[in-house]
């Protein structure tokens, strides 16, 4: 593969987070590795980390059926089953599920009357303020108590809609960590061993109280905090996506660049061309807004954003050619920073890196 288009993956900074976020908590961690482990590649990431972890969080009954085939390692399916084929699998196949609606709870007594049910764990979904998925206040008796008479296995959970260090974020969250511990109390009182589970990255990284016996963090695993960036850990970016130009060229004043001709030359400039665009997850937010790095010199990206291209300002460049290495996010040019330029979050970043852009693996 010829196409300088790269991201490099840095299994080293991976496990180094993974270690730094578990000294954190006395819980258990259930990484979550959705979205083919947030655009990192799955199958290696599980190998580096496998043997440092409890389990795994992921969203899809397909995404399970792909990490069960890596892992002996427990797996959470979070959005739990669509029809009862879907159940039957997670029964089969030893996969812990979501329950977050009677709907659910309907194919799970349809299950019981098959005798198909095992020893793996229901997870009992409870919304403690962010209106998502989960039962209600008044819900919650009626659904525990349904699920309890079929499974022993059982986590009461929940997720927070906010968890970073800001002042509004603080209420927001210590608000949810109450409702969750009221109900946690009263369940607990019919069902002692009853484990639970809430916090995510940001819940981990500033919320002690809400690390309960089982922590779920995401996006923290592959360095990035998100906007938790007062935060005193030190995070490695796992991901450095980085390119080289195919393309060096003079333009004129009063030369415009790119559809639309949305940048216009104020004199005389070199531009360079990178064989990168919004097909391989370089978002167009990211015209005449962001930066790279050329040879460790920021130079500002021109221009719209297209499928296949973006175009660079080289004008404080300087012995710039086609070896010249292009950064456009790493650990120089932090991926909380670049989404920022594309009114975007990190999330959307790594996890919209496609399938053509090619992972390159490291240790550093």
């Known amino acids: ?17 993974v270690r730094k976020l578990k000294k954190l908590t006395n819980s258990k961690v259930y990484p979550v590795v959705k979205a ?19 389990g795994y969080c992921v969203a899809t009954f397909e995404e399970s059926l792909e990490l069960r085939k890596i892992t002996k390692k427990s797996i959470v399916c979070m959005e739990g089953p669509y029809d009862l084929n879907e159940l039957k699998n997670f029964e089969k ?11 659910q709870i309907f ?45 022993k296995n059982m986590v009461l959970m929940s997720h927070l809609s906010s968890a970073t260090s800001n002042k509004s974020s603080k209420l927001i969250t210590n608000n949810q960590i109450k409702t969750f511990k ?60 980085k390119s080289k130009f195919i393309s060096i060229k003079k333009v004129f004043k009063g ?19 990178l064989p990168i665009g919004y097909a391989d997850g370089y978002l167009t937010g990211m015209g005449n807004s962001a930066y790279v790095l050329v040879d460790g010199i920021k130079a500002k ?13 080289l004008s404080k460049c300087v012995n710039v050619d086609y070896n010249s290495e292009v950064i456009l996010w790493g650990s120089n040019l932090k991926l909380d920073k670049v989404s920022k330029f594309a009114n975007s979050i990190p999330y959307e970043l790594i996890t919209s890196v496609s399938r053509r852009v090619k992972r390159e693996y490291v240790y550093k």
């Not at 196949?93 to 329950?99: A, E, H, K, P, R």
């Not at 990206?301 to 300002?313: E, F, H, K, P, Q």
Request: proline share 2%; net charge positive.
């Open 182 to 241: 009221k109900f946690e109390s009263k369940l607990k009182k019919i069902k002692p061993n009853l484990i639970s589970s809430l916090c995510n990255s940001g819940g981990l990284i500033n919320f002690k109280t809400s690390h309960n016996d089982i922590s779920r963090p995401g996006i923290s695993i592959f360095g990035s905090k998100a906007d938790n960036q007062k935060s005193k850990i030190d995070l490695e970016q796992v991901m450095t996506l």
């Open 1 to 17: 593969m010829s196409r300088p288009t790269i991201a490099e993956i840095n299994l080293s900074a991976l496990k180094k987070n």
């Open 107 to 151: 194919f799970l007594e349809s299950l019981t009357k098959l005798n198909l049910t095992g020893k793996n764990k229901v997870w009992l979904k409870i919304d403690t303020g962010m209106n998502r998925l989960g039962f209600k206040e008044k819900e919650i008796l009626e659904a525990f108590s349904r699920i309890n008479s079929i499974k």
């Open 255 to 273: 030369d415009r660049v790119g559809y639309e001709g949305t940048w216009k030359a104020k004199k005389e400039n070199m531009i360079g061309i």
């Open 301 to 313: 990206v021109i221009g719209r954003v297209s499928m296949d291209l973006t175009a660079v300002d």
């Open 93 to 103: 196949l030893n996969i812990d599920y979501v329950i977050h609606s009677f709907r």
């Open 36 to 54: 083919d482990a947030y655009g990192h590649g799955l199958k290696k990431v599980i190998e580096n980390i496998d043997g440092i972890i409890s």
